[in-house]
């Protein structure tokens, strides 16, 4: 697990603070992929695009697949999910 542990920090964290992230189409990201748009954190699941607060997720909003966001969600992580890994998610997110 350190190995694991190194890798997502790396593609996390930025040395003296911050968060690395990329951009991305939606239509690229998988369920359980966390992205920001216009200022909102949102989760990606099957019932659509949930917006994240510390209270738990929102209602499902629709967007084009060709939105362009930026991917909170390590790399790796994503390429996890793409891999077929399901996330585990809070359940306020389970509709």
Known sequence: MKEV?????AERA???GGKWTYDALLVELPHGAIFEHED???LFTTAG????SFE???AQRSMDAATLVKV????SIVRAFDAGLVPIVHQSANR
């Open 49 to 52: 695009y949930l917006q994240w």
């Open 40 to 42: 909102v954190a949102y």
């Open 5 to 9: 542990d190194k890798v997502i920090h």
């Open 14 to 16: 930025i040395s003296g």
């Open 72 to 75: 909170l969600t390590p790399r």
């Open 56 to 58: 738990g997720y929102g």
